[in-house]
Structure formats: C-alpha cells, structure tokens
C-alpha cells in the first residue's frame, strides 16, 4: 500500500502548506509544468519523487523528467503526462497510446482544471489534479492525495490550497 500525493503546475511556486499534505504520503507525484530546478528539489528533498516536464519547463527539468511516464506501483498500471486531455476529449498524441493500452490510472495536468473522472469504454480512472500555483487562469490551488493498494485506487481526496495569488 503507498499513498501519492499528486499535483501539477506549480510553475515555479511551491507553498509550505503542499509539503506538510505531503508529509505522509510516500511518493509525491507531479504532472508538469514544475517551473523550476528548486521546485523539483524540494519535493524530491521530502519524498521520492515521479514526475514529466510539461510545456513551460525548460532544458534541465526536460533532461531530468521525460515527457511520459508509465509505470506499476501497488500493482496499478500508471501513465503520466502532462498534455493530455480528459475522457472523450484526449490529445490525438495521448488518445492513441491510451487505445493501444489502456493504464488503469490516467494522470495528466496542464489544463488547470480539477477533473477526477472515470472513462467507461478504455475501463480507466482520470485525474487532473488541476493547479496549485500562482500562475495561471484557475481560481482554487488544489492538490490530490489517494492510496494505491494491491490493483485498487481508493481514498481519493481533493485538497483546497487557497485562492490564485493568496500564499499560505
């Protein structure tokens, strides 16, 4: 059983209160659009850290994360990336990975958009975390916590941050 706790587009700005959620998570997972060196360093710092560049990284973080990410934790088949879309509207790039092999969990960000949803036709869960940084159109910094525990995703938790521009 491990416990992630997951966000993304922080671009550059990582508040105190996001390691203190993250303090008894056991792996910390981040979608892109990370903003910077130091962001990543102090996630990684807290906990071991899976993450992929996303559009605004520059060429340290895109040498350091890669694009996509698949893998299996807890037995649960896991693909990251950062431009992705959601259920019924996928990037063409993702839509087709996604229907040549369908992951049970299915991680993007960049959209700001909290989204936590099932697609019923590939059998697969959706999350976009949506936002916890300051830049950006979203209103809400929110960040997602949830376990995974032998092939199940459960415990799935939506934290509220604060107001775009309001540093806790």
Not at 42 to 50: G, S, T, V
Not at 149 to 164: N, P, Q, S
Request: a neutral charge; one cysteine or more; hydrophobic letters at 40%.
């Amino acid at each position: 059983m491990k416990k992630i706790g997951l966000l993304s587009d922080t671009h550059g700005h990582l508040e105190a209160s996001i390691l203190t959620h993250f303090a008894e998570c056991d792996e910390i997972w981040h979608a892109g659009d990370i903003g910077n060196v130091d962001v990543a360093n102090q996630l990684a710092a807290l906990k071991p850290l899976r993450a992929v560049h996303g559009n605004i990284d520059g060429a340290v973080l895109r040498q350091r994360y890669p694009l996509d990410l698949r893998f299996t934790c807890e037995a649960v088949d896991v693909f990251i990336t950062h431009i992705g879309g959601y259920p019924g509207r996928y990037a063409t790039r993702v839509r087709h990975l996604l229907q040549q092999n369908p992951p049970q969990l299915y991680i993007c960000g960049h959209s700001h958009i909290l989204k936590i949803m099932p697609d019923q036709s590939l059998k697969l869960l959706h999350i976009n975390p949506g936002a916890c940084g300051n830049e950006g159109f979203h209103q809400m910094k929110t960040i997602v916590r949830f376990t995974l525990d032998a092939g199940a995703i459960r415990d799935v938790e939506v934290i509220e941050l604060g107001k775009r521009g309001e540093i806790r």
